[in-house]
T-cell receptor
């Protein structure tokens, strides 16, 4: 069966350090993978997209890698700040299926000052 | 504000009642999606429209759930004969087909509590 797994345990990290989150998937053939941020009681907000033929994508303090052989994406927040505290969701399409994204369960990040 | 808007933001109802949620997408977006999210989980896809056509509804949770987008603009999600297990956040998102990024723009959600 198809599965997207993110670490359900919260990640506690000290301000200034790098947070690294993982997203593993099975039985998908995604054309791309996306990462979203979600604050409590709010809708998810798009952060980054990485395509299957891209190894790495960066945006400001964020970096995403995508390994289609390992079926894994890593999401890094460098120089983390308390304002980065949120839940981070990975999402992927399947066979380019028209923006119909499937989401992982999310990982909560807490950045302590 | 030109983002995705959802109404109501919160709804408390008694078991067995019908509820309807409305979503107004970003005006130029032709795709509209409904997701459901329960506490501690990621959003779960329910259905989506391209213009007024409902292109997939197999993930609607039961025949008590229905969605419409009559004129290809706003959409409604109706739940009939609500059950306590329907308590969740119902998220609407929109996007523009043919855009390479494929990102979804979400509303703030409608939180349903069934007593």
């Amino acid at each position: 069966s198809q599965k997207i797994e993110q670490n359900s345990e919260a990640l506690n990290i000290q301000e200034g350090k790098t947070a690294t989150l993982t997203c593993n998937y099975t039985n998908y053939s995604p054309a791309y993978l996306q990462w979203y941020r979600q604050d409590p009681g709010r809708g998810p907000v798009f952060l980054l997209l990485i395509r299957e033929n891209e190894k790495e994508k960066r945006k400001e303090r964020l970096k995403v890698t995508f390994d289609t052989t390992l079926k894994q994406s890593l999401f890094h927040i460098t120089a983390s700040q308390p304002a980065d505290s949120a839940t981070y969701l990975c999402a992927l399409d399947h066979l380019g299926a028209g923006n119909k994204l499937t989401f992982g369960g999310g990982t909560r990040v807490l950045v302590k000052p | 504000d030109t983002g995705v808007s959802q109404d109501p933001r919160h709804k408390i109802t008694k078991r067995g009642q019908n509820v309807t949620f409305r979503c107004d997408p970003i005006s130029e977006h032709n795709r509209l999606y409904w997701y459901r999210q329960t506490l501690g989980q990621g959003p779960e896809f329910l259905t989506y429209f391209q213009n007024e056509a409902q292109l997939e509804k197999s993930r609607l949770l039961s025949d008590r759930f229905s969605a419409e987008r009559p004129k290809g603009s706003f959409s409604t999600l109706e739940i009939q004969r609500t059950e306590q297990g329907d308590s969740a956040m119902y998220l609407c998102a929109s996007s523009l087909s043919g855009v390479d990024t494929g990102e979804l723009f979400f509303g703030e959600g409608s939180r349903l509590t069934v007593l």
